[in-house]
């Protein structure tokens, strides 16, 4: 339904459709690469899609409902934001405007670029908001303006069992053997196609991964993550696994100018949870690390800004030294599949295979 853009560059006023907007559900509005709000005639916010969470570190059930001016964002308050809000809102429907503003939180100030949509069939207007640049908390701004953290909209949290990382981010503690516990239980009840279930949980976790990355190139970098080398991405993408305990990954760019990636994963959590299995294949259904697969799909699509696909082609559970992956475009998944069931269990021979099949006979 919609063309994502970068998280550093404004959508031109042709790019976005009302109209889609206002049909989007909450996975779509997720999917976007920029913030949306949406707000009704009375500030009240309806709408709060995944990127502008993250990167405004509150949690959705914490705003939603709230005034966005006044309970969520004092910084907005004043002709300069709201006052465009409101006139947006008086005119008519699809009305446009477009405005450089600087949110003021806690934590930092970041620089953004506001576009205003009015809706084209209820009274409420849609904010896109596109970071440009991440700054340092403005000692001249008055405490009480600034926009609303976690804590402020949810006190108590901590009392009530619930963990914050150091972006606000709610995580929880959970054993390796949960997963392996997941995975024979779905091995048992659909051991044909639970492999299909555990790679779209992956994707959709990737996808979230993603805005987490792009706040943190943001925070370090002032970059969006299209905008960083895709060293400085493997590093960042390396960083986050390691430091939620997965494993070690490591990115392989060496055929990149045949359009792979292969990823190497060292001390996987999932692997090494999983039951040893043998397999004649090492593909779809031989391996243990679909979930994690699934992930680097959505991390690294996101950073492409085009769908490419992952399959796991060597896996510890299944006795290789480590997990191994290899990461092509979609439109080249059929041949990638058939190279793995041929027996393809490493770079190399899937490199050998990729090239043999793309040669005319």
Same mark, same amino acid.
């Given at each position: 339904m919609?063309?994502?853009v970068?998280?550093?560059?404004?959508?031109?006023k042709s790019?976005m459709?009302?109209r889609?907007?206002?049909?989007a559900s909450?996975?779509?509005?997720?999917a976007?690469?920029?913030?949306?709000i949406?707000?009704d005639a009375?500030?009240v916010?309806?709408q709060?899609?995944?990127y502008?969470s /993250?990167?405004a570190?509150l949690d959705?059930?914490?705003v939603?409902?709230?005034?966005?001016f006044?309970d969520v964002?004092?910084?907005?308050?004043?002709?300069a &934001?709201?006052g465009r809000? %409101?006139?947006?809102?008086?005119?008519?429907?699809?009305?446009f405007?477009?405005?450089?503003?600087v949110?003021?939180?806690? &934590?930092?100030?970041?620089?953004?670029?506001?576009?205003?949509?009015?809706?084209?069939?209820r009274p409420?207007?849609?904010?896109l908001v596109?970071?440009?640049?991440v700054?340092?908390?403005?000692?001249?701004?008055?405490?009480?303006?600034?926009?609303?953290a976690?804590?402020d909209?949810?006190?108590g949290?901590?009392?009530?069992g619930?963990?914050?990382?150091e972006?606000e981010?709610?995580f929880?503690?959970?054993?390796a053997?949960?997963?392996?516990a997941?995975?024979?239980?779905?091995?048992?009840?659909?051991?044909?196609?639970? !492999?299909?279930?555990?790679?779209?949980?992956g994707?959709?976790?990737?996808? !979230?991964?993603?805005?987490?990355?792009e706040?943190?190139?943001?925070? /370090?970098?002032?970059?969006?993550?299209?905008?960083?080398?895709?060293?400085?991405v493997?590093d960042l993408?390396?960083e986050?696994?390691?430091?939620q305990?997965?494993?070690?990954l490591t990115?392989? &760019?060496?055929?990149?100018?045949?359009g792979?990636?292969?990823?190497?994963?060292?001390?996987?959590?999932?692997a090494?949870a999983?039951?040893?299995? %043998?397999?004649s294949?090492h593909?779809?259904s031989?391996g243990?690390? !679909?979930?994690?697969?699934?992930?680097?799909?959505g991390?690294?699509? !996101?950073?492409?800004?085009k769908?490419?696909?992952?399959r796991?082609?060597?896996?510890v559970?299944a006795?290789?030294?480590r997990?191994?992956?290899?990461?092509t475009?979609v439109?080249?998944r059929e041949g990638?599949d058939?190279?793995i069931?041929?027996?393809?269990a490493?770079p190399?021979?899937?490199?050998?295979l990729?090239?043999?099949?793309a040669?005319p006979?």
């Amino acid at each position: 339904m919609f063309e994502a853009v970068p998280a550093s560059v404004s959508p031109p006023k042709s790019s976005m459709d009302v109209r889609a907007l206002d049909r989007a559900s909450t996975e779509e509005l997720d999917a976007l690469s920029f913030g949306v709000i949406a707000v009704d005639a009375d500030g009240v916010i309806l709408q709060y899609n995944l990127y502008e969470s /993250r990167l405004a570190r509150l949690d959705r059930q914490a705003v939603l409902g709230r005034r966005f001016f006044q309970d969520v964002a004092p910084c907005t308050r004043g002709p300069a &934001f709201e006052g465009r809000v %409101k006139a947006c809102l008086d005119g008519p429907p699809g009305g446009f405007d477009r405005f450089d503003f600087v949110y003021d939180f806690k &934590f930092g100030a970041q620089e953004v670029t506001v576009e205003l949509l009015r809706s084209a069939e209820r009274p409420i207007v849609f904010l896109l908001v596109n970071r440009r640049r991440v700054l340092p908390p403005r000692p001249s701004i008055d405490p009480r303006t600034l926009a609303r953290a976690q804590s402020d909209l949810a006190p108590g949290e901590a009392e009530a069992g619930v963990l914050r990382d150091e972006l606000e981010r709610r995580f929880v503690r959970v054993p390796a053997p949960l997963f392996a516990a997941l995975r024979a239980t779905l091995e048992r009840l659909a051991p044909e196609t639970w !492999h299909v279930f555990a790679e779209e949980w992956g994707l959709s976790w990737g996808r !979230h991964a993603a805005v987490d990355l792009e706040s943190t190139a943001l925070e /370090r970098r002032g970059k969006s993550l299209r905008e960083l080398t895709m060293r400085e991405v493997s590093d960042l993408v390396a960083e986050t696994v390691s430091t939620q305990g997965w494993g070690q990954l490591t990115l392989d &760019f060496a055929a990149m100018n045949e359009g792979l990636l292969f990823v190497e994963f060292a001390r996987s959590a999932l692997a090494e949870a999983a039951p040893p299995k %043998k397999s004649s294949s090492h593909g779809a259904s031989g391996g243990a690390c !679909h979930l994690v697969g699934g992930w680097l799909s959505g991390v690294l699509s !996101h950073v492409a800004g085009k769908r490419l696909v992952t399959r796991e082609i060597s896996c510890v559970s299944a006795g290789a030294p480590r997990c191994t992956f290899a990461v092509t475009g979609v439109e080249r998944r059929e041949g990638l599949d058939v190279a793995i069931e041929s027996g393809a269990a490493d770079p190399a021979s899937v490199r050998a295979l990729l090239r043999r099949r793309a040669v005319p006979s």
